[in-house]
């Protein structure tokens, strides 16, 4: 299974940015949820998940990033009624938080701006 995102209507390679969702747009924050589900419904419907255990997502981590994810879009008043299903957590997987927020800082304007205004971006 091929999993891809679509964002601003150019086909992307899903991940789990991993990086502190207050740094994120809505477009990632909301995109980067829906993902978790698309992943762990992935791997309960038996679908070979290993093409993104290399720098885009570690399973073990999938439930924990979706509750940061879910207080995140509390905290800015959007409305979350979708619980993560229960999925084998034994995956290991990578994911660099650093690099993955260099590249939300390059490709999304947004996101940038977000960065921009934090402590993050004066360690580059």
């Known amino acids: 299974m091929v999993m891809t995102d679509y964002i601003n209507g150019k086909e992307t390679e899903m991940r789990l940015w991993m990086t502190d969702p207050k740094l994120m747009c809505r477009q990632h924050l909301l995109g980067e949820h829906r993902e978790c589900h698309t992943f762990v419904g992935s791997i309960n419907n038996g679908h070979n998940v290993s093409g993104y255990l290399n720098g885009l997502v570690d399973p073990r981590l999938i439930e924990q990033r ?4 879910v207080k ?3 905290r800015r008043g959007y409305n979350h009624h979708s619980p993560l299903a229960d999925y084998d957590h034994t995956i290991v997987g990578h994911v660099d938080p650093e ?3 260099k590249e939300l800082h390059r490709r ?9 205004k934090s ?4 360690v580059w």
């Open 66 to 69: 979706h509750d940061e994810l």
């Open 72 to 74: 995140e879009m509390i």
């Open 99 to 101: 690099e993955n927020l």
């Open 108 to 116: 999304c304007p947004a996101c940038r701006a977000l960065i921009d």
């Open 119 to 122: 402590e993050c971006s004066s």
